[in-house]
């Protein structure tokens, strides 16, 4: 069973702004995701039609087999969503927001104030929980949505953005509960301008950017790409157009360039002394700028450099 | 999947009454006070000199008006105010993602209104008392009228609050429309006393028959047909009901 079924997925807001330009997305039941992107690239934007608060242009969305479209009542039944911005009443109790919200969600106020309070405990916010909520600091609003998102028990939780404005050892404590909440079986999509964050807690990692999902993978694989390096030889002698190097990925490139794809663990010395032992006189050497290489960059500056 | 509807709308309409309640003074108190007014400078002081309108005390013929203004304003106020302060501060959000009907969360929040429209009239109308005995010669009618029109301008502020953008688009309608509509909608004066041309004009108001209507109900007067008002305002109020829930559906205003 998919927890999330994303086709062809494309938003254009009112002014022609294409924000999703196609994506594809699945993630498995019990599945923890994460959507990796730097600002402006689509990610809040699929959240929002996931949980129908954008309405998309076209393709599909289905969330545990239901069709947004169709069944959209029955798709949202599953979700718990914690939006990137505050979206509660300032003016209320923690408490209350909290029972409201599984009062939408067809939990009766009595056994929503027991998960509530239980929740509360959780998140560190026990003694917060008959505090207006104009008064919890910015980490604190955080964590009451995420226990509102929780309170009716979802299958599926969507968090944009969880640790944007939280401190660090919060932060570790936050990844410590979505740990536990998935190994009970919550599936957890997350979205992130931080690789670190991806890396340490999802177990598959989609890169999204200006509206295009780039890359897809496991997060062991996709942190291979990542710190890949491509570099372009030179040779003397002119190489066949279907020469492979062994051992390496590579490739000839159209200007007759040696490229091979280095990652982090092969030094250039043992690839020099691999096209030594073949008799190949590499006459320059130069490092090829990749998309996701320049992505990367921008991802890499983690948390604590932020 | 009903228990899920049944539960998000008894609690959206638990909030609502709530936030009425614990704002009193801004929901129920100031639409008193005026009434009250109009009841001491109208009906007391200067309805004395006016003596009586279609055979009854000048202060009894303002009453089914004024307690009908009370309704309608509140109704549509409370709900404008709530849902366009919601979409603003988005926390309209919490139910937009839960798995409540659109019907339901339209109801849900026309509720808000409905429950002021009618807590206002019946105030009002207690006040009254203090005036003068207050004749009800058709009571249903009476309730009907009241629980239509406070739906219906529930409904109204609803859609007023799907359109509006910023706090000014909320003060429009009721300054601009309401308000003039309904002095202009004869709670002060039968439109019989008017010159020809402007009884032909009021009769353009909607408001009017509304007033009628309710006079009707406590006094066994009107100016106008009474079953036809009766079913315009029926007609009306399903109409605006599913105009909103298509907007609704469509996203107009909530959904981007
Ligand atoms: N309501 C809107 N109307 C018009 N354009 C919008 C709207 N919301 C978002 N956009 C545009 O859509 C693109 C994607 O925005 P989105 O919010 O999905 O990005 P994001 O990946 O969540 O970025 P961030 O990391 O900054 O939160 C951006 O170019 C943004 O300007
Ligand atoms: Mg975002």
Known sequence: MLAIEIENLKKTYKGGLNALKGINLTVPDGGFFGLLGPNGAGKSTTIGIICSLIQKTSGTCNIFGHNIDTELEEAKRHLGVVPQEFNFNIFEKCIQTVINQAGYYGVPAHIAEKRANQLFKDLGLWEKRNTIAHALSGGMKRRLMIARALVHQPRLLILDEPTAGVDISLRRHMWEFLEQQNRNGLTIILTTHYLEEAEQLCKNIAIIDKGNIIENDSTPELLKKLKSETVCLTPETPLPNNFQLDGFKSRIASDGDLEVELSSDISITELLATLNALGIVVSRMSNKANRLEELFLRLVEGPSNA | ?256
């Open chain 2, 1 to 256: 999947m009903l228990k899920i509807q049944l539960v998000g709308l008894i609690t959206l309409v638990r909030k609502e009454t709530t936030r009425i309640f614990r704002i009193w003074s801004q929901t129920i108190l100031p639409p008193v006070i005026t009434t009250t007014l109009y009841f001491l400078v109208f009906g007391n002081f200067i309805g004395n000199r006016i003596g009586e309108l279609d055979g009854v005390s000048y202060m009894q013929f303002i009453v089914p008006g004024l307690i009908m203004m009370g309704i309608l304003v509140n109704s549509f106020m409370n709900v404008v105010s709530t849902v366009f302060s919601a979409k603003f501060m988005r926390q309209i959000e919490e139910v937009l993602v839960s798995p409540m009907a659109n019907s339901v969360i339209l109801l849900g929040y026309a509720s808000g209104g409905i429950i002021r429209g009618c807590i206002v009239g019946v105030a009002i109308a207690i006040i009254s008392l203090l005036f003068e005995p207050l004749q009800i010669q058709h009571p249903v009618l009476v309730a009907v009228t009241i629980i239509l029109t406070a739906t219906l301008f529930s409904l109204l502020g609803f859609l007023n609050a799907l359109f509006a953008r910023k706090f000014d688009d909320i003060t429009i309608i009721p300054t601009f429309v309401l308000t003039p509509l309904t002095y202009l909608g004869g709670v002060f004066y039968s439109i019989s006393l008017l010159p020809d041309f402007w009884k032909k004009v009021s009769l353009f108001n909607p408001i009017l028959y509304l007033i009628n209507l309710f006079r009707y109900g406590f006094l066994g007067i009107s100016d106008v047909p009474i079953a036809r008002s009766l079913i315009g305002l029926l007609v009306l109020t399903i109409a605006v009901w599913f105009i909103v829930l298509s907007l609704l559906k469509k996203g107009k205003g909530l959904r981007n």
